[in-house]
C-alpha cells in the first residue's frame, strides 16, 4: 500500500491544522485499506469469529462522524444513515446485501460535511451537546482519530486475512 494514497498529517502548526490533518490521515488509511477489493471482499468477515467487515467499517464510521459532528457539534438532527433491524440493533455491520458504492458514498459525504463544520467552527473550545453531556470540538476531534485509530488496527486484520497484504 502506497502513502502517496493519504494526506501527510501538520507536523508543524497549530492545534486545529494539526487535530485536522491527523484525522484526514486516518480517514485516508481507511480508505487505502479498502482500495482495489471487490464488493465481495468489502463485505467479506474476514477474522472469524467477529462480524466485522471493512464495508461494516466504513458504514460505521460514517454514522460515527454524523454523530459527533452533524448532530453534536453542528446541532443538526441527522438521524442513523442505515437505521436497524427487527431486533432493534444498528444495521451498520449487517452489509450482505449492502450497496458497496452508497456506503462509501455516504460516507465521503458525511466526511465532507464534518470537514464543513470542522473549518467553519470559530474555535476548538465551540461545544456541542448530547443527552444533557457537552462535548468540546477539541474532544470531538481527540475522539475521532481514538475511533478512526481502534478500527483502523480491525482494518489492518481483515485486509490481511483477505489478501495478504499487511502496511500501515
Not at 494514497?5 to 491527523?22: F, K, W
Not at 481507511?30 to 482500495?35: D, E, R, S, T
Not at 471487490?38 to 460515527?64: I, K, T
Not at 451537546?129 to 477539541?138: A, C, G, N, V
Request: proline share 1%; net charge negative; charged share 30%.
Amino acid at each position: 500500500m502506497i502513502d502517496e494514497q493519504r494526506t501527510r498529517p501538520v507536523r508543524v502548526g497549530d492545534e486545529r491544522a494539526t487535530l485536522t490533518s491527523i484525522l484526514q490521515w486516518q480517514r485516508d488509511t481507511l480508505m487505502m485499506k479498502c482500495a482495489g477489493l471487490s464488493d465481495e471482499q468489502l463485505r467479506r468477515r474476514a477474522v472469524a469469529p467477529s462480524g466485522l467487515s471493512l464495508l461494516g467499517l466504513v458504514r460505521h464510521l460514517a454514522e460515527v462522524e454524523r454523530s459527533w459532528f452533524r448532530n453534536v457539534v453542528g446541532g443538526e438532527d441527522v438521524r442513523g444513515y442505515f437505521g436497524k433491524n427487527e431486533a432493534g440493533e444498528w444495521r451498520e455491520f449487517h452489509v450482505d446485501d449492502t450497496d458497496v458504492a452508497g456506503s462509501f458514498k455516504v460516507w465521503e459525504e458525511t466526511c465532507a460535511r464534518s470537514r464543513e463544520i470542522v473549518a467553519a467552527a470559530e474555535s476548538l473550545d465551540v461545544t456541542g451537546s448530547y443527552e444533557d453531556q457537552k462535548y468540546s470540538l477539541h474532544y470531538v476531534l481527540a475522539h475521532m482519530i481514538e475511533e478512526y485509530a481502534r478500527h483502523n488496527g480491525h482494518a489492518d486484520l481483515l485486509r490481511e486475512a483477505i489478501d495478504g497484504t499487511t502496511g500501515e
